[in-house]
């Protein structure tokens, strides 16, 4: 049972829109989540951070909003640009064992 | 300033041989982690070492065994190989722990027939 869903494989969006990746969770104890992105042949990057007291955190066109009550955080890109054509990685952090759950990942094309 | 490099980058083996996958990074980082990515799901940790001469266990670690003798390399060892451990392989590593970016490779893409 994954403890770290991202429900959509894949999403395509017209560049200069907004992308929005969803990610849900399953254990309330998490308390610390990352996106990341993967580019094909290359290995995961870092791309946003939030704690779980924080409801929201900008970084550029970036914007990473979290939802306690629904166990529910998603990514915002805006405006989206080609070069965000990638897989994105939702992760979350237990704080018993300190490792991170990864969700499965969604594809995201930005179409020019 | 490589950051984290793997090798290899390919690798086919048959059912029962072994291998040895190597991890190194130039960031003086002190934890190293193992993963595995499968179709349809995400990374998951396989060994991680919080340090030079330590490994720990984790979510994955069946069939796989770790050795960090330098703090720059952390290598993953398939003994037998089982086609169940096709996957592509990634190594991290970060300053920290718990909050710490981690850093990954490339990855290793292993077929095991």
């Known amino acids: 049972d994954q403890q770290v869903k991202q429900n959509s494989p894949s999403l395509s969006v017209q560049e200069g829109r907004i992308s929005i990746l969803n990610c849900d969770y399953t254990n309330s104890m998490f308390d610390y989540f990352l996106w990341y992105k993967k580019y094909p042949a290359e290995g995961p990057t870092f791309l946003i951070s939030i704690s779980s007291i924080k409801d929201k955190n900008e970084d550029g066109r970036f914007t990473v909003f979290l939802n306690k009550s629904a166990k529910h955080l998603s990514l915002h890109i805006v405006p989206s640009q080609p070069g965000d054509s990638a897989v994105y990685f939702c992760?979350?952090?237990?704080?018993?064992?300190?490792?991170?759950?990864f969700g499965p990942g969604t594809r995201l094309s930005v179409l020019p | 300033n490589a950051g984290v490099t793997q090798t290899p980058k390919f690798r086919v083996l048959k059912t029962g041989q072994s291998m040895t996958l190597l991890c190194a990074q130039d960031?003086?980082?002190?934890?190293m982690y193992w993963y595995r990515q499968d179709p349809g799901m995400g990374l998951r940790l396989i060994h991680y070492?919080?340090?030079?001469?330590?490994?720990a266990k984790g979510e994955v670690p069946d069939g796989y065994n770790v050795s960090r003798l330098k703090k720059q390399n952390f290598l993953l060892g398939l003994e037998s190989a089982a086609p169940s451990q096709t996957s592509v392989y990634f190594c991290a590593s970060s300053y920290g722990f718990g909050t710490d970016t981690q850093y990954f490779g490339p990855g290793t893409r292993l077929t095991v027939l």
């Open positions: 960031m003086n980082h002190e934890y």
């Open positions: 992760a979350a952090r237990s704080p018993y064992g300190q490792n991170f759950v």
């Open positions: 070492s919080v340090g030079e001469g330590t490994t």
